[in-house]
């Protein structure tokens, strides 16, 4: 197994506390995937990333770092792995999400998989996202 990059993961977290959408993309891998909670594919890149990040800095609202966990992933081989836990808002609706992070050799971030709960949040938060990235992302 590589060994995480912690930096990474703590960086992109202070950025997104920030709302730092530059510092944001910045970390990611050229190449990276990423799998939000309300698609059924994965984007890809940079410019994906972004219009991700900008559209749930304004959707996720109020958001409060809750902590965070390390582990495994056996995706594509063996590899770890952090999830940042998140509280905050959609609308007015209470919402947890956690984001999985994979780092490569290189402390970029090359894999970003969300999720949020409850169900009511999660159909906000997708409604909303999916507004929001419509025109930004062509798949």
Known sequence: MTAVAPDAVTRFRTAFLARDLDAMTALLAPDCDLYPATGDKPYRGHAAGRAIFRALMDVFEDARYLGELAGA????????????????????????????FQVDDSDRIAVVTSMVRPMSALTVFSERMRASLAAEIVS
Do not use: E, M
């Not at 594509?76 to 984001?99: E, K, M, W």
């Open 73 to 100: 992933v056996w995706d594509a081989g063996p590899a770890d792995a952090r999830v940042l836990l998140f509280r905050g808002r959609v609308d007015n609706v209470s919402a947890q999400s956690i984001a999985l």
